[in-house]
């Protein structure tokens, strides 16, 4: 079965500091997305990504976020100046012809401290 | 009204009962339903579509009325193994999908 994979799996940052977190979506996807949970809360939506641009962002989506596709395979997630409050468990996820729904990686658990 | 609300519960229901769990929706130009599952500090995983017809799989069965914007998950037969929390999921557009805080679940042996 296809799977969405994110790397690392868990990332420990200084506050103040850039980190970037990595996708592989499902190779024939064409809509990808990263969400965030922080822990004991819901599921957010950050962003939405299609045909090399994005599709929607939401609030939490501000201008220390980014995104990118650098090779066709990646979709990677930036956040330049990270704050304490960015501490949650980031996910990816991917839509297309080949899977019902949205298939989401394990996540990368990102500590700011 | 909140874009996805589900009843957070917990809901401690005894090995081999039947428990249901609904969800309401705001946008009722709302597209495609799920029901998806998550284990603590696991990543989503879709159990279910739904559909205006109602849909089955095993001992799990969807249903979506639209007309009062709700959707429901019913567990028949309950396991152990079906503790989780299970979010509602609504597809706004293809870029875009909501979920709700999500119901957790404990079967109890």
């Known amino acids: 079965e296809p799977e969405v994979t994110q790397t690392p799996s868990h990332q420990v940052t200084q506050m103040g500091q850039e980190v970037i977190l990595r996708c592989v979506p499902i190779?024939?996807?064409?809509?990808f997305y990263w969400y965030r949970q922080i822990l004991g809360q819901k599921v957010e939506f950050l962003v939405s990504f299609y045909n090399n641009e994005i599709s929607e962002k939401s609030e939490i989506f501000d201008d220390q976020f980014s995104v990118e596709r650098p090779d066709g395979s990646n979709f990677t997630l930036k956040i330049r100046s990270t704050k304490l409050e960015d501490s949650a468990m980031y996910f990816c996820?991917?839509?297309?012809?080949?899977?019902?729904?949205?298939?989401f990686g394990s996540g990368t658990r990102l500590t700011v401290v | 009204r909140k874009e996805v609300e589900q009843d957070p519960g917990p809901f401690n229901v005894p090995e081999g009962a039947t428990v249901a769990f609904n969800c309401t929706y705001s946008n009722s130009a709302s597209q495609s339903f799920f029901w998806y599952r998550q284990d603590c500090r696991k990543e989503p995983k879709l159990l279910m579509s739904v559909y205006s017809s109602g849909n089955e799989d095993g001992r799990f069965t969807a249903q979506l009325n639209r007309a009062s914007q709700y959707i429901s998950l019913l567990i028949r037969d309950s396991k152990l193994s079906d503790s989780a929390t299970y979010l509602c999921?609504?597809?706004?557009?293809?870029?875009?999908?909501?979920f709700g805080k999500g119901t957790r679940l404990h079967i109890l042996p």
């Open positions: 999921v609504v597809n706004v557009r293809d870029d875009k999908i909501i």
């Open positions: 190779s024939n996807h064409l809509y």
């Open positions: 996820a991917s839509s297309g012809p080949s899977t019902i729904g949205y298939t």
